[in-house]
């Protein structure tokens, strides 16, 4: 699914869209009771005539719930995923992670904080949520097809950092953390990963 910031914004009107957007992305069109696994279609708990679910504030909320006809249990779309039991809005939790996969140089917390009002805790904690998941499977998961791989070494330059001394430094950059990314051609997935250094041999065992 290809998607920019724009075409993301005008889909994500409201907190219900977010949640039919990552029904779409999580079950397709066919819902999965996420407690017991159920095949059998869940159904959809539509508010009684006049009236709707509320928020402990007295809002309405927007909420999506299905219930499994086997279990009997109640679920959302967030149910056993990063985004369960958190007081973030579900449509700023799609922006978040959009900025950060689609983010070509990275983004900071502070940035994450000032473009959705959040509170420093609060993005920081959102941020470290989403790259502790990207350590799940599948993603965490071996590439398959065409897969090119490559390293940088990440750091400023050797002359800015506080009490820099040239005649300690190797090779200029060589002091700068090392990172070996794998890329596949196919899906554009990537994997990195921090290394001691690029000899051979170190670049061989990421490989394998």
Not at 46 to 56: C, L, Q, W
Not at 74 to 98: A, C, D, E, M
Not at 112 to 120: D, F, G, V
Request: proline letters at 5%; one cysteine or more.
């Amino acid at each position: 699914m290809a998607l920019n910031v724009l075409a993301l914004a005008d889909r994500l009107r409201t907190e219900a869209d977010a949640y039919e957007f990552l029904e779409e992305l999580r079950w397709g069109d066919r819902p999965v009771c996420p407690h017991c696994g159920s095949i059998r279609t869940p159904y959809f708990l539509r508010p009684k005539e006049g009236s709707s679910r509320r928020t402990r504030t007295g809002s309405a909320s927007q909420r999506r719930v299905w219930k499994c006809s086997d279990c009997r249990r109640q679920f959302s779309v967030l149910t056993g995923t990063i985004f369960h039991g958190s007081k973030i809005p579900v449509r700023t939790w799609v922006f978040i992670v959009f900025d950060m996969a689609s983010s070509k140089n990275g983004v900071s917390a502070r940035e994450i904080e000032r473009k959705y009002s959040l509170t420093p805790k609060t993005a920081w904690f959102a941020m470290h949520r989403i790259r502790e998941a990207m350590k799940r499977e599948p993603l965490a998961g071996l590439l398959s097809g065409r897969v090119v791989a490559d390293e940088t070494f990440y750091g400023g330059k050797p002359s800015n950092r506080h009490g820099h001394d040239p005649r300690k430094s190797i090779q200029g950059r060589h002091d700068k953390t090392p990172i070996m990314a794998l890329v596949s051609r196919e899906t554009g997935e990537v994997r990195s990963q921090v290394v001691n250094d690029v000899k051979p041999a170190t670049l061989r065992a990421v490989l394998h």
